[in-house]
């Protein structure tokens, strides 16, 4: 009998992706609080008790339910520190599709952390749940984040005008997206 994945756990070279826990919630208030993280983020907490319930109501435990998100964190192997998070929203019936995002402490930025952890993610996602596409939904005037998603491979699919309500403001949404047999012909 085939095993289902009920719990996405990932080991990278430098990093594990685990589902996040109430007691996380500090560590990630930490960096989720600062102006420069929220700047592209739909969702900005102000206090502990915002992520606090961001974990206990937002995100679901069990993983491949249609229109659900799953958090995952960033943890460094070396110091067991939570450097950054990783959302999967499991859009469709069939559960084919997945957008990912991904927040990473501006501490922790520009050493491969991010593209580490996503590129885990996807192959993880692809490998292991057998999923046929992945998107990617990025503000246009994140580069940091268009560099990575290009780096790895994820091509531009299109750009909708002012489709995204945020911050009292109607924003551009730039979505990247790759299937599987293009991940695994590549990695």
Do not use: C
Request: proline share 3%; no cysteine; aromatic share 10%.
């Amino acid at each position: 009998m085939e095993k289902v994945e009920t719990k996405i756990n990932i080991e990278t070279k430098r990093l594990h992706l685990r589902p996040i826990k109430i007691s996380d919630a500090e560590m990630v208030f930490e960096y989720r609080k600062l102006s420069e993280v929220n700047k592209y983020q739909t969702w900005s907490p102000t206090t502990l008790k915002e992520v606090e319930e961001f974990i206990r109501f937002k995100t679901v435990k069990t993983i491949n339910k249609p229109d659900t998100w799953h958090q995952l964190v960033i943890i460094n192997k070396t110091t067991k520190q939570i450097i950054g998070d990783i959302g999967i929203h499991f859009l469709d019936i069939e559960n084919k599709q997945v957008e990912i995002g991904y927040t990473l402490s501006p501490k922790h930025q520009n050493q491969g952390f991010a593209t580490e952890a996503v590129t885990g993610t996807i192959d993880y996602l692809f490998k292991k749940l057998q999923k046929h596409r992945i998107i990617a939904s990025v503000d246009p005037e994140n580069e940091q984040s268009i560099k990575l998603l290009e780096r790895i491979g994820m091509r531009k699919e299109g750009l909708f005008l002012k489709s995204l309500w945020i911050n009292n403001e109607w924003l551009d949404d730039l979505i990247f997206a790759v299937l599987e047999e293009e991940w695994l012909i590549n990695h």
